[in-house]
């Protein structure tokens, strides 16, 4: 003989259902926490809760919070259709409160962030120039020298600038007058 087994009904709702009757039930002014909506469920239906009732409430909760179906505010849960639901708020800080007395300044002409580069036309030029020829790779050659190619006389009177030569300069000792000179 085959037995057919007949899927019975569940013995208790939905947890959605279940949860909102509970919010409903205890109709506290502040809204419901998760232990209270806890308390509530196992004392009603005690011994039909399956054995993670605990970690299914968690997941329905959130879900719900989630959807829109709840909103969550301070640790309790409160429908969202309810009248004494505070308002949703979005992530963030919120703006600043506008006093509606206060005339409107309209906003400046100075638009916001670091104001972009002044064109320069001799740049644009060569870039205009050199546009279809491609760029060398890379350092590019030194620049010859203007005059006459020689390196210029080192001259101390600062007309001309002194080329240095390389690595420490040496160290400058001072003249002290000698008694020979003065006599």
């Known amino acids: ?48 809760l399956p054995p993670a ?12 919070k989630e959807s829109g179906e709840l909103v969550f505010v301070k640790n309790n849960y409160f429908r969202a259709d309810a009248p004494d639901a505070p308002p949703k708020r979005g992530r963030g800080r919120p703006p600043k409160a506008r006093d509606p007395g206060a005339p409107v300044s309209p906003p400046s002409g100075r638009g916001r962030g670091r104001p972009p580069k002044p064109k320069d036309p001799l740049d644009a030029a060569v870039k205009q120039a050199t546009a279809g020829m491609p760029r060398a790779r890379g350092r590019p050659p030194k620049k010859a020298k203007t005059e006459g190619g020689a390196s210029p ?31």
Do not use: F
């Open 1 to 48: 003989m085959a037995t057919e087994e007949v899927a019975k009904p569940s013995p208790i709702p939905p947890y959605p259902e279940m949860i909102l009757a509970a919010i409903e039930d205890l109709c506290d002014k502040s809204g419901s926490n998760k232990s209270a909506i806890s308390r509530y469920i196992e004392g009603k239906y005690d011994g039909d």
């Open 153 to 183: 006389a080192p001259a101390g009177d600062g007309s001309t600038p002194v080329k240095r030569g390389r690595g420490r300069p040496p160290k400058v000792r001072p003249v002290v007058p000698s008694e020979t000179a003065a006599a």
């Open 53 to 64: 009732h605990a970690s299914l409430l968690a997941a329905h909760l959130a879900r719900m």
